[in-house]
């Protein structure tokens, strides 16, 4: 099984990547937490991997965090829960707040994400409680393994598309991602270029993401 790749980031979109390991291309999916801290293309990446094996597909999934693999294969092995919307969850929240949420048992953060209706996410509580209390009593899950450093910025206005299509693919209607995102905007207290330069893909999409889930 394939558990770290290491080589040339040769392709970067929303929710998959190309990983250049000597030759070979890898595509990977990834959740948005491990997105919006990749280095630009064409840059060293190290990233984590969990090989997901079917009957007639073989898939790799990449993370940037220990912590963020690890909820990915303990959400996955909970009933009904898939790699799909095991990376929606991870893309919706950041591994605190779906750890904090599944540890304390409110079920309303998990049901904001696109996809988890009430009883899957009465189930991750009921399934994961126990088993994330004692991972995090430890500290093996923490720590980062990308090389590079986070995105903190972005060009121009590709910032505002990058985020607008991270919310389609995290199943809002474009008319949602919108409002969303002008709404995000206008309560950064930035404006025009100055705004894009100094807000990041992760601080606008989860502005984004907590004003998508009111309209709803």
């Known amino acids: 099984m394939i558990a770290r790749l290491a080589g040339v980031l040769l392709e970067k979109n929303i929710d998959r990547i190309i990983v250049d390991v000597q030759g070979v291309g890898y595509e990977v999916r990834v959740p948005l937490s491990t997105y919006s801290v990749l280095p630009v293309t064409g840059e060293s990446v190290q990233i984590l991997v969990h090989t997901h094996v079917r009957e007639d597909s073989l898939s790799l999934y990449g993370f940037s965090t220990p912590r963020e693999r690890y909820l990915f294969e303990k959400m996955i092995s909970v009933s009904g829960v898939g790699p799909k919307l095991a990376l929606a969850l991870l893309s919706g929240l950041s591994p605190e707040e779906l750890s904090g949420a599944i540890l304390s048992g409110n079920t309303q953060p998990l049901g904001r994400v696109p996809g988890v209706g009430r009883k899957t996410a009465e189930r991750l509580v009921v399934d994961l409680r126990d ?14 393994t990308l090389d590079g450093r986070p995105h903190g910025e972005s060009r121009e206005g590709a910032l505002v598309a990058d985020v607008h299509s991270a919310l389609l693919n995290l199943g809002y209607s474009s008319r949602e991602a919108e409002r969303a995102l002008e709404e995000a905007r206008r309560g950064s207290g930035l404006a025009g270029a100055d705004q894009e330069r100094r807000m990041t893909f992760e601080g606008l999409l989860r502005e984004a993401l907590r004003n998508a889930s009111a309209m709803r």
């Open 131 to 144: 088993k994330l209390g004692a991972a995090d009593a430890g500290s093996e899950v923490s720590g980062s």
